[in-house]
């Protein structure tokens, strides 16, 4: 009788983890990440233009990891977002003219549906 193997995260999944990494800007991240797949796998191929990984060799355990490491970034970045102070301005037509910037007839359209709809 054959055993068969069965994966927790189809493919579906996995590529939307892949989209996850690839919204990521510090190259830390990518280190850590690569650190991560490389204790599951050394197949790893590479030439001048980067490292390519088969992600459905990668292991179960391997892409909880890699979950959550990309949860713990959130996180904190959430919270980075969460201490930023911001202002709301109301923008008027004639306010941002007096001021010196120039709308374009598109922009003060929507502003005047703004004004309408209110």
Do not use: A, P, V, W
């Amino acid at each position: 009788m054959e055993s068969s193997k069965t994966r927790i995260y189809n493919t579906n999944y996995r590529k939307k983890l892949i989209s996850k990494i690839e919204r990521l800007n510090n190259k830390n991240d990518y280190i850590n990440i690569y650190n991560l797949i490389n204790e599951d796998i050394n197949d790893i191929s590479s030439n001048r233009n980067g490292f390519f990984i088969n992600i459905n060799l990668l292991t179960d355990k391997c892409i909880e990891n890699i979950e959550n490491y990309l949860n713990e970034k959130c996180s904190t970045i959430n919270s980075e977002i969460e201490k930023i102070n911001y202002k709301i301005t109301k923008f008027e037509n004639d306010n941002l003219e007096k001021d010196g910037h120039k709308l374009s007839n598109q922009d003060k359209n929507i502003i005047k549906r703004i004004r309408n709809s209110q």
